[in-house]
């Protein structure tokens, strides 16, 4: 998805993310087709959970509702993901993907539930 992780601020239990929307994702319309704004959306929310559990969790996506309020244009997004309330059975999870200069462009919200990172399986064995 050309993501590229930019940081995680533990105070506010946010990950921001540049993302780069290439012409193979653009329709005729001239915008980002809506699932890939989504995921888009996804990658932001899963990746803010996922730091704030250093790591060992990863959210299991239950519920996803998303909302395009602008066309979403070939180039640079900035994606911010945020946690919500992460508690022992359930996570809610928020972003909102934006073009460098602020403007908003989608919202997100998730509904999850946290399970062991499937990552650090692999790493162990």
Not at 69 to 81: D, H, M, N, Q
Not at 87 to 99: P, S, T, Y
Request: hydrophobic fraction near 40%.
């Amino acid at each position: 998805m050309g993501a590229e992780f930019v940081g995680f601020d533990k105070a506010t239990d946010t990950v921001t993310m540049n993302f780069s929307a290439p012409d193979s994702f653009i329709t005729p319309r001239g915008s980002v087709q809506g699932g890939l704004v989504a995921g888009f959306l996804d990658e932001a929310m899963g990746w803010a959970y996922t730091c704030h559990t250093g790591g060992q969790f990863s959210p299991l996506m239950l519920e996803v509702n998303f909302s395009l309020l602008r066309p979403v244009r070939k180039g640079a997004l900035i994606g911010e993901g945020k946690v919500i309330k992460a508690g022992k059975r359930v996570v809610f999870l928020a972003a909102e993907l934006k073009e460098p200069d602020g403007t908003l462009l989608a919202r997100a919200t998730s509904t999850c539930i946290p399970t062991p990172n499937p990552g650090l399986e692999a790493q162990r064995s």
